[in-house]
């Protein structure tokens, strides 16, 4: 079975970048979508097609893909923007997400 | 404005079953896929299965899909989530969320989604 592999958590100062990273072998094949979630809310999509930003979504949220990982990065990072971060990919009959990362800034 | 509004939250007791519902307004119903992801308390995201509201054809997780039916009503642009035999490791936030197309054509999902739907399975 495929897996996506995030860290559990990630830390950086107001207008620092902050980099989130999922791994596992089929980020390798497929697009990765990212999904923001705050705390009592639904999840949000912020990136899909690895680096395609749905209508609304700052152009400071930005995607790579390196082979068998892939990066979202928050460029000028807001405390807004605290949230966890969740990983997604495709393929066939198999939908993953990752395990979920916690953006902290402050 | 596209809207997916979720039906209340809901207390099973194990072995009961649950039915959530998704209406749907703002656009033609038909036209887009919708997908359920549940979420247990603390815990990450799971993608449960996908309806097409055209022809009502389904796709499951292989693991629920002994005890899990989307059907949809068109009359009623709603979709339905129904999860059989519950145990307490269903309790979770249950989320529809709708599919959408780029300028490209290209199809994804979770732009949109329902409120949630809190299930809880205690006895």
């Known amino acids: 079975s495929y897996e996506l592999t995030q860290p559990s958590s990630v830390s950086v100062s107001p207008g620092q970048t902050a980099r989130i990273t999922c791994s596992g072998d089929?980020?390798?094949?497929?697009?990765v979508r990212w999904f923001q979630q705050k705390p009592g809310q639904a999840p949000m999509l912020i990136l899909y097609?690895?680096?395609e930003r749905p209508s609304g979504i700052p152009d400071r949220f930005s995607g790579s893909n390196s082979g068998t990982t892939v990066t979202l990065t928050i460029s000028g990072a807001q405390v807004d923007d605290e949230a966890v971060y969740y990983c997604?990919?495709?393929?066939?009959?198999?939908?993953?997400f990752g395990g979920g990362t916690t953006l902290t800034v402050l | 404005q596209v809207q997916l509004v979720q039906s209340g939250a809901e207390v099973k007791k194990p072995g009961a079953s649950v039915k959530v519902s998704c209406k749907a307004t703002?656009?033609?119903?038909?036209?887009?896929?919708i997908h359920w992801v549940r979420q247990a308390p603390g815990e990450g995201l799971e993608w449960m299965g996908i309806?097409?509201?055209?022809?009502?054809?389904?796709y499951y997780t292989q693991h629920l899909q002994d005890r899990l039916i989307l059907t949809k009503d068109a009359s009623a642009t709603t979709v339905y989530m129904e999860l059989s035999s519950l145990k307490s490791e269903d309790t979770a936030i249950y989320y529809c969320?709708?599919?959408?197309?780029?300028?490209?054509?290209?199809?994804?999902?979770?732009?949109?989604w329902g409120q949630g739907t809190p299930v809880s399975v205690s006895s």
């Open positions: 969320a709708r599919e959408s197309r780029d300028s490209s054509g290209y199809h994804y999902w979770g732009d949109y």
């Open positions: 703002g656009y033609i119903f038909s036209t887009y896929h």
């Open positions: 309806i097409d509201p055209s022809g009502g054809d389904t």
């Open positions: 089929l980020v390798a094949e497929k697009y």
């Open positions: 097609k690895d680096n």
């Open positions: 997604y990919s495709a393929t066939g009959n198999i939908r993953v």
